[in-house]
């Protein structure tokens, strides 16, 4: 089982910078992929991006593409998402998610077994 913390939201200017980091604890972190997703104001929860359990692989949401770096960091059992250039549009709750093995690709939030509580992003224009 792995449980999932986020951190590092806030408020900042449109073209701004933050780092999000999610702390996972649980011993097989290394083989879990794991997701970046964010949740705006009145819509459902979307895809950001994605790594492989060994960071081999990354995936982006295509609006993120550019602009959101995601790594990960197995000996410190954490991942990240950099994120520049951040748009009005970029406000969210931001939600980390490890991979559940399922047959569900990794753009979708069934894909997911383990969720953290989420952390506020607000952008001002």
């Known amino acids: 089982q792995v449980q999932l913390v986020e951190s590092g939201g806030g408020l900042v200017q449109a073209g701004g910078s933050l780092r999000l980091t999610c702390a996972a604890s649980?011993?097989?972190?290394?083989?879990?992929?794991m997701g970046w997703f964010r949740q705006p104001p009145g819509k459902e929860r979307e895809f950001v991006s994605a790594?492989?359990?060994?960071?081999?692989?990354?995936y982006y949401e295509d609006s993120v593409k550019g602009r959101f770096t995601i790594s990960r960091d197995n000996a410190k059992n954490a991942v990240f998402l950099q994120m520049s250039s951040l748009e009005p549009e970029d406000t969210a709750v931001y939600y980390c998610?490890?991979?559940?093995?399922?047959?569900?690709?990794?753009?979708?939030?069934?894909?997911?077994?383990?969720w953290g509580q989420g952390t506020q992003v607000t952008v001002s224009s």
């Open positions: 998610a490890a991979d559940g093995g399922t047959r569900f690709p990794y753009y979708s939030t069934s894909a997911y077994e383990y």
């Open positions: 790594i492989s359990w060994s960071g081999g692989a990354t």
């Open positions: 649980g011993r097989t972190f290394s083989t879990y992929a």
